[in-house]
């Protein structure tokens, strides 16, 4: 099983063979009997979709013929059914098939074409933001680092404790914390700018938040934001003494172990959609309205402008109505959740080929969602010159 990167893209987009399928498959991601037959079910149902499209051509029933056969290979490989991701994307020619999982929610879609549909897939991996999230803890304090497909634990090795990093025996603890004048500048003697005596276990805790702080300085990528997690407390007092350079303002509150890392990442990437992401496609946005009412002709918004452009290389950012942010999913949750959508197959057939041409002459696609383009469209382009 794949993910989607850049150079996967660039596999696909050169296959030569004809003609290519290209099905999303929404997945029910977590291995339970029900949910496993759910899948089975839903992946079949648009495979023979996708063989009986198949055989109404010309060339197509030695394609049909291997599909059929990766199913019941499939069916048959419990492995595959273990775990998955909210969707799956499976791209066929004949004599190749690969299955991406994604990282998001997919609406059910099936193509038959001379190239692969991969519009939403050019702007899916724009938000592939790396990040970490640091479990802020006195005993075992945790770094993950995470993208949109999960966390793990980073190499970054951190101190299991404060006695640890700090190197205090626990007699000495013991003597300072009872007010000892001597020894280690650990003890009580502090006094804070109210005038009452400083808490020794409050110094011992910020030198600790500290030597973690550094060694996040000195040992990570300092580029990937870092979003903390923990009590809020803890947290709090972190974010005053880090000199990391980008903390994200959202935190994960509450203690978190290992038994709640998917309820972990599911707020981390939360956060990170909602700092990071967000943004950046609201400001394409907003860019591409300004430029509009100021100089149109550094803008196009019909499909014959924007394939014209498209052709010529002069798409610097294309915006495409490619995702929806809804409850209307296979997984019975209230919470919303963002969904790849597809426009009727004409239009998602010239947006897909307009989409692709674009990001081979190295613009960039911009997923919007329903109503954010001006008029409706589905999509418009802000030219290079």
């Known amino acids: ?32 009997p029900s949910h496993i037959s759910e899948n ?9 979709k996708a063989t009986e499209l198949l055989r109404a051509e010309d060339q197509g029933e030695a394609l049909a013929q291997q599909l059929d056969e990766k199913f019941d290979e499939l069916s ?28 998001v929610d997919t609406e059910e879609y099936v193509a038959v074409d001379i190239e692969y549909h991969l519009a939403p897939i050019l702007a899916l991996v724009n938000d592939q933001q790396s990040f970490y999230v640091l479990l ?85 990528d300092n580029i990937l934001p870092l979003i903390l997690a923990g009590i809020d407390a803890e947290t709090v007092e972190y974010r005053a003494i880090s000199k990391y350079p980008q903390i994200l303002q959202g935190t994960i509150s509450g ?26 496609r609201l400001a394409a946005v907003q860019e591409y309205r300004r430029l509009h009412g100021v100089n149109p002709e550094r803008t196009a918004d019909t499909n014959q402008t924007i394939e014209q452009a498209a052709h010529q290389g002069r798409i610097d950012k294309l915006l495409a109505t490619m995702s929806r942010y809804t409850t209307d999913t296979i997984r019975d949750k209230v919470q919303t959740t963002l969904q790849i959508t597809f426009p009727e197959p ?19 696609i911009i997923n919007t969602q329903p109503d954010e383009i001006t008029d409706g469209a589905t999509m418009v382009a802000r030219l290079r010159y």
């Open 1 to 32: 099983m794949e993910r989607i990167n850049k150079q996967a893209i660039e596999q696909l987009l050169r296959t030569k063979t004809k003609p290519l399928v290209t099905i999303y498959v929404p997945m029910h991601a977590t291995a339970s």
């Open 40 to 48: 089975q079910i839903r992946l079949k149902n648009l495979i023979h």
């Open 76 to 103: 048959s490989d419990p492995d595959f059914w273990a775990t998955k991701t909210p969707g799956l994307l499976i791209c066929a020619g004949l004599g190749s098939l690969r299955i991406f999982n994604l990282p």
């Open 136 to 220: 802020v803890a006195q005993h075992t304090p945790k770094l993950f680092i995470g993208n949109m497909y999960g966390l793990r634990i980073s190499n970054v090795k951190l101190p299991a404790n404060l006695r640890q990093g700090l190197d205090i025996d626990e007699p000495n603890q013991k003597t300072e914390n009872q007010g000892s004048a001597s020894g280690s500048s650990l003890n009580t003697g502090w006094f804070n700018g109210r005038g009452g005596a400083r808490n020794p276990g409050e110094e011992d805790r910020m030198r600790f938040w500290r030597l973690i702080d550094k060694t996040l300085k000195d040992k990570t």
């Open 255 to 280: 203690s978190h172990s290992d038994a709640h890392m998917p309820e972990l990442f599911n707020k981390a990437v939360h956060i990170v959609r909602q700092e990071i992401l967000e943004p950046e």
């Open 346 to 364: 004409q239009s998602s057939q010239l947006l897909n080929r307009i989409a692709t041409k674009v990001w081979q002459m190295s613009g960039t």
